[in-house]
């Protein structure tokens, strides 16, 4: 009876570890609102590329993610009504205003790019021929045949270009800016490029065409693009108290930095940007170490094996 009476004891310990594990589990999963993720994403190519990072490694964790194409006035206004989780795409010091508006209904979880730039570029055989500098561009006035290659009609970009020229600014008033879509400006410059000729253009990293061309940014434009080539830094951004609401996928977030080469090296992958993004971990799975630490699977397993299973890393 006494060794009948001990089994029953055991049984009655294992029973409430059996309990307590199986209720610490649960504990650690998220809740059940935290499974599906949504992103805003303007239409941008690199903010397309950071998004597909996100949400292949989210997927492999067991969560379910939406992105939402939505302007950059819409995507903060749905991110102060609660409508999207987050946002990758916070570039600063450009949506300053945009900050100073929503800053009570937000939350900024970590810078995840430096190092952007947006200015006036050439080919690297032109910089080398004397083009390094705004201030260069008028000596070599016949060989550019007077003409800065912009982007989109309307831009604010081509207007502080066309500011620059009706000022004279750099002795350039007798210049004009080409406007078309970005690609069209791009199909210039390869073929440009192929003949040797000269060409200065708009130009912005991260964006394959630091990839696809052997190109130089011009100094001397900080009165129109700011300092250090029109530097930039990219933040994530997430709705109010979203990190308090799924602390998992905060964790997620506030670990995901990203690099110039390898935004460059996505972007100019022929594939969709999840496709792209999925490849180009398989290819550097290093950076799974870092991106995954501390994070859990939506049901409160370790995330590394995890998506390195689901992703065939080996």
Same mark, same amino acid.
Request: glycine letters at 4%; proline letters at 8%.
């Given at each position: 009876m006494k060794a009948l009476s001990l089994s029953k004891t055991g049984l009655k310990i294992a029973s409430v570890a059996s309990l307590l594990i199986g209720s610490?589990?649960?504990? *650690?999963?998220?809740?059940?609102?935290?499974?599906?993720?949504?992103? *805003?994403?303007?239409?941008?190519?690199?903010?397309g590329a950071t998004n597909g990072v996100a949400t292949t490694l989210l997927k492999a964790m067991g969560y379910d993610t939406q992105v939402y194409l939505l302007s950059v006035p819409v995507g903060f206004e749905s991110l102060k009504n609660g409508e999207i989780d987050a946002f990758m795409g916070n570039w600063m010091p450009a949506q300053s205003a945009f900050i100073d508006k929503y800053e009570n209904n937000i939350d900024v979880v970590r810078t995840n790019l430096e190092g952007v730039k947006f200015t006036l570029a050439v080919p690297k055989y032109v910089f080398d021929a004397g083009v390094t500098d705004f201030s260069d561009l008028s000596k070599f006035g016949k060989e550019f045949r007077q003409r800065i290659y912009g982007i989109g009609a309307g831009a604010p970009a081509n207007q502080k270009l066309q500011n620059m020229i009706d000022t004279n600014d750099f002795d350039l008033k007798d210049w004009k800016v080409v406007e078309s879509g970005e690609q069209a400006m791009l199909s210039q410059v390869t073929r440009t490029v192929k003949r040797d000729n000269f060409i200065v253009f708009l130009a912005w990293e991260p964006h394959p065409m630091n990839v696809n061309f052997d190109l130089k940014y011009l100094s001397g434009g900080d009165k129109y693009f700011g300092p250090n080539f029109g530097g930039a830094t990219i933040r994530t951004l997430t709705r109010k108290g979203y990190a308090n609401e799924c602390k998992n996928v905060s964790k997620l977030l506030s670990n995901l930095e990203f690099g110039l080469t390898m935004e460059n090296e996505i972007i100019g992958s022929e594939e969709k940007p999840e496709q792209a993004a999925a490849s180009w971990i398989k290819a550097h799975p290093e950076v799974l170490d870092k991106w995954l630490q501390g994070v859990t699977t939506y049901q409160g397993q370790p995330a590394l094996p995890a998506v390195k299973k689901q992703l065939s890393i080996m």
């Open positions: 610490s589990l649960a504990l *650690s999963a998220e809740p059940e609102q935290c499974k599906k993720v949504t992103f *805003s994403d303007p239409g941008w190519t690199d903010i």
